[in-house]
């Protein structure tokens, strides 16, 4: 069983920046792709971005490319959404996960079920 720990959200006016980090228990992490969902009240879960096991191969969905980066170190555990220009469309929780596949393409990225572990989420509030 791993267990993900996303750090803290926060609150950011529209336009700047925050950045996201997730940490794993188990060093198994770094054999598996990981991505970063979003979920804003009332919708549904959202896919954001997800990187192969070797930072190799990244997705981004659509509405944050160019905006969002994501990024891991395998010997920290660790992986990171850096989130540049936000806006209020980007208020949402957001959801660190661990895909069940080393490599994932198309929709192998972005379905959520596709994903064996997630973390709790974190609130993040675009706002002036």
């Known amino acids: 069983q791993v267990q993900l720990v996303e750090s803290r959200g926060g609150l950011v006016q529209p336009g700047g920046s925050l950045r996201l980090s997730c940490v794993a228990s188990?060093?198994?992490?770094?054999?598996?792709?990981a991505g970063w969902f979003r979920q804003a009240p009332g919708k549904e879960r959202e896919f954001v971005a997800t990187?192969?096991?070797?930072?190799?191969?990244?997705h981004y969905s659509e509405s944050v490319k160019g905006r969002f980066t994501i990024s891991r170190d395998n010997g920290k555990n660790t992986m990171y959404l850096q989130m540049d220009s936000l806006n209020p469309e980007d208020t949402a929780v957001y959801y660190c996960?661990?895909?069940?596949?080393?490599?994932?393409?198309?929709?192998?990225?972005?379905?959520?079920?596709?994903?064996?572990?997630w973390g709790q989420g974190t609130q993040v509030t675009v706002s002036s």
């Open positions: 990187i192969s096991w070797s930072s190799g191969g990244t």
């Open positions: 188990d060093p198994t992490f770094s054999n598996y792709a």
């Open positions: 996960a661990l895909h069940s596949v080393t490599y994932c393409s198309g929709t192998e990225c972005s379905d959520p079920h596709q994903y064996a572990y």
